[in-house]
């Protein structure tokens, strides 16, 4: 599904919300400013029924972080999904999309038991619901990794960029590390505005100017000029 129902609730939610918050800010608006959408989650562990205490986990942490990522990924003009659903699968791969199925893949999470984060990255790309909407891979995965890595997870696992080898093109941690610096630097809304415009069908590489005040690769260049000299060590 390409959009979503418009809503005057929706509106009025997203506004509420948006008065309350300052999107590339750490600290969260106070409670009182901050209407808490409900996200109902449901769980299937029937092809591994000994991961239901981990999904019971992943299924609270979605809960709670919801309103925050429609901090950053909402709109006065889309209205979020409100059920989404967590398929566990013996499949290959860590985790996937499906329209609001987030498929995870059951030896992954065995292996990674705390890596909870990267179902938060999943439930953004439910939200971000840019279905056959054009939009380069880099600013999907890019989006959806800046929410998680520089405002879900802690600060202390932020990923950092090696200046010698990165590009935003690589998408992920890198295009996160990028927009977070943009967010910081030029235009605390950006990744609110780039998310919209993407799922709209409005992405184009402009934006960065627009937005920003300089061409993408610019901007790049600018942002690797910031960065510490010594790349960084490995985890
Ligand atoms: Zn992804």
């Not at 409900?38 to 092809?47: F, I, M, N, P």
């Not at 919801?66 to 909402?74: V, W």
């Not at 989006?143 to 950092?160: G, K, S």
């Not at 690769?217 to 790349?231: H, I, M, R, T, Y």
Request: hydrophobic fraction near 40%; include cysteine; aromatic fraction near 10%.
């Amino acid at each position: 599904m390409n959009t979503r129902r418009r809503s005057l609730p929706a509106l009025a939610a997203w506004l509420a919300m948006a008065a309350g918050a300052a999107f590339c800010q750490d600290r969260p608006a106070p409670a009182a400013n901050r209407p808490a959408p409900s996200l109902e989650v449901t769980v299937d562990t029937s092809a591994a029924p000994e991961m239901a205490a981990w999904a019971a986990r992943a299924k609270s942490l979605c809960e709670q972080n919801y309103p925050l990522l429609l901090t950053i990924l909402g709109g006065p003009e889309f209205e979020p999904p409100r059920k989404v659903k967590l398929l566990f699968k013996n499949i290959k791969g860590a985790a996937h999309t499906a329209g609001d199925t987030i498929i995870c893949a059951v030896p992954y999470f065995k292996g990674h038991p705390g890596d909870y984060g990267a179902v938060i990255h999943e439930l953004c790309h439910v939200v971000q619901a840019y279905g056959a909407q054009k939009v380069p891979g880099w600013v999907t995965e890019g989006i959806a990794d800046y929410v998680r890595w520089f405002r879900y997870e802690p600060p202390n696992r932020r990923p950092r960029v090696n200046p010698k080898r990165a590009k935003y093109s690589d998408g992920y941690q890198t295009a996160a590390a990028f927009f977070d610096w943009i967010c910081r630097t030029k235009d605390p809304g950006f990744v609110n505005r780039l998310n919209a415009a993407a799922r709209g069908g409005q992405y184009r590489p402009e934006l960065f100017q627009e937005r920003a005040g300089k061409p993408l690769d610019e901007l790049w260049a600018q942002f690797v000029a910031s960065l510490p000299k010594e790349p960084p060590r490995k985890k």
